[in-house]
T-cell receptor, first 113, second 114 residues
Framework: GNSVTQMEGPVTLSEEAFLTINCTYT??????LFWYVQYPGEGLQLLLK?????DKGSNKGFEATYRKETTSFHLEKGSVQVSDSAVYFC????????????FGSGTRLSIRP | DAGITQSPRYKITETGRQVTLMCHQT?????MFWYRQDLGHGLRLIYY???????DKGEVPDGYVVSRSKTENFPLTLESATRSQTSVYFC?????????????FGSGTQLSVL
């Protein structure tokens, strides 16, 4: 079945460092891909999305490119801030008769001042 | 206030008891979902609903019951709570996920089963 695999956390970086959180997927067909972010004590929020191969989603300085050849959707940010500390989830839409979104296990990111 | 709200925010119960977690959304979204969040597993889908009176099982439905008599409400019931159901539960809604509409999440219910 369809699945999403994320790099294990926690990831700890200093402020202004470059961030990469790896995400790979397994899917039949051509899923849409998402990154969601969960700040402490809150529900998940959509961060960015890409709906077809080579699309780049971007928001709040974060970017991710839909790479069909490597089945990847890695999240990047050039210069992280303390406020980026959160749990990040990669996800995909399963295109079947059910409209289900499948999430990865999440990667906790902590940014040191 | 508009949005998606869950109640209670925290709940402690004992094994064998019935527990109902509430979820209410004000957007009239067609789709609603229940996820549980556990360390090492991320979010796993318990049940979802495409419309009022239409529900279907997700990845981990055993031990849970849902209903959707009204579009705006999607309660989740643990018929006889077990310790393995200790988790954080998130309700979400969406207009049409397959149209790449995003999910809106509630703030979660932290459930402890003793």
């Amino acid at each position: 079945g369809n699945s999403v695999t994320q790099m294990e956390g926690p990831v700890t970086l200093s402020e202004e460092a470059f961030l990469t959180i790896n995400c790979t997927y397994t899917a039949t067909g051509y899923p849409s891909l998402f990154w969601y972010v969960q700040y402490p004590g809150e529900g998940l929020q959509l961060l960015l999305k890409a709906t077809k191969a080579d699309d780049k989603g971007s928001n709040k300085g974060f970017e991710a490119t839909y790479r069909k050849e490597t089945t990847s959707f890695h999240l990047e940010k050039g210069s992280v801030q303390v406020s980026d500390s959160a749990v990040y989830f990669c996800a995909l839409i399963e295109y079947s008769s059910a409209s289900k979104i499948i999430f990865g296990s999440g990667t906790r990111l902590s940014i040191r001042p | 206030d508009a949005g998606i709200t869950q109640s209670p925010r925290y709940k402690i119960t004992e094994t064998g008891r019935q527990v109902t977690l509430m979820c209410h959304q004000t957007w009239s979204h067609s789709y609603m979902f229940w996820y549980r969040q556990d360390l090492g597993h991320g979010l796993r889908l318990i049940y979802y609903s495409a419309a009022a009176d239409i529900t279907d099982k997700g990845e981990v439905p055993d031990g849970y019951v849902v209903s959707r008599s009204k579009t705006e409400n999607f309660p989740l019931t643990l018929e006889s709570a077990t310790r393995s159901q200790t988790s954080v539960y998130f309700c979400a809604s969406s207009e049409e996920p397959r149209a790449n509409e995003k999910l809106f999440f509630g703030s979660g219910t932290q459930l402890s089963v003793l």
